[in-house]
């Protein structure tokens, strides 16, 4: 098993729909995080989870509600999302949240909002 | 404030030439660590290397070499005789000890290698 893996890999939806985005790492770390990468924008983190708690909400609109049901798992939920939040949504990992530590990503999910 | 700058937004090259990405980032900080990931057309970052910022050694590893210099901030990534498979987006990236967990990302280059 690849360590952090993402679905869907794709995904459609109206501005008015809901759906989610998962994550799951199969590495033990205690640190997982929600990036969104735009074209030609640098990476730019959303949330921050470490030990299944909430360490940070960088600005994000409450469109998108992060969950952290336990350490290996995280959610991502949209609700009435924007044409400007088209976007590759990357999941990521790392062993814990110091300055230091190595992300471990997995491979995003392509999102388009009509 | 932190800024990483990757001036290079795209560079082709034939594949077994050498090709140099070029990082510049900005820091009040004396102690900072700085990183290199590779994002290949299947869309996730892999990690390439981390260094700290009193370690101004330069790193080889295999075609891979990285040249650290903080009188010019600058952390430089040479790939020696490219190939077909280094085709990718290079993200720099940036965190401060002082900080929190917010790495501050470049806005990548992509580099293409022509067979």
């Known amino acids: 098993e690849t360590g952090v893996t993402q679905t869907p890999r794709h995904l459609v939806m109206g501005m008015t729909n809901k759906k989610s985005l998962k994550c799951e790492q199969h590495?033990?770390?205690?640190?997982m995080y929600w990036y969104k990468q735009s074209a030609k924008k640098p990476l730019e983190l959303m949330f921050v989870y470490s030990l299944e708690e909430r360490v940070e909400n960088n600005s994000v609109p409450s469109r998108f509600s992060p969950e952290c049901p336990n350490s290996s798992h995280l959610f991502l939920h949209l609700h009435t999302l924007q044409p400007e939040d088209s976007a590759l949504y990357l999941c990521?990992?790392?062993?814990?949240?110091?300055?230091?530590?190595?992300?471990?990503f997995g491979s995003g999910t392509q999102l388009s909002v009509l | 404030a932190q800024k990483v700058t990757q001036a290079q937004t795209e560079i082709s090259v034939v594949e077994k030439e050498d090709v140099t990405l070029d990082c510049v980032y900005e820091?009040?900080?004396?102690?900072?660590?700085l990183f290199w990931y590779k994002q290949p057309p299947s869309g996730e970052l892999v990690f390439l290397i981390r260094?700290?910022?009193?370690?101004?050694q330069n790193e080889i590893s295999g075609r891979y070499s990285w040249n650290f210099q903080k009188s010019t901030s600058s952390f430089n990534f040479t790939i020696t005789a490219s190939q077909v498979v280094d085709s990718a987006v290079y993200f720099c990236?940036?965190?401060?000890?002082?900080?929190?967990?917010?790495?501050?990302f470049g806005t990548g280059t992509r580099l293409k290698v022509l067979a």
């Open positions: 260094r700290n910022s009193f370690d101004e």
């Open positions: 820091t009040r900080d004396t102690t900072y660590y």
């Open positions: 990521a990992s790392s062993q814990d949240t110091g300055t230091n530590e190595k992300l471990f």
């Open positions: 990236a940036l965190s401060e000890a002082s900080g929190t967990y917010k790495y501050i």
């Open positions: 590495l033990g770390h205690n640190a």
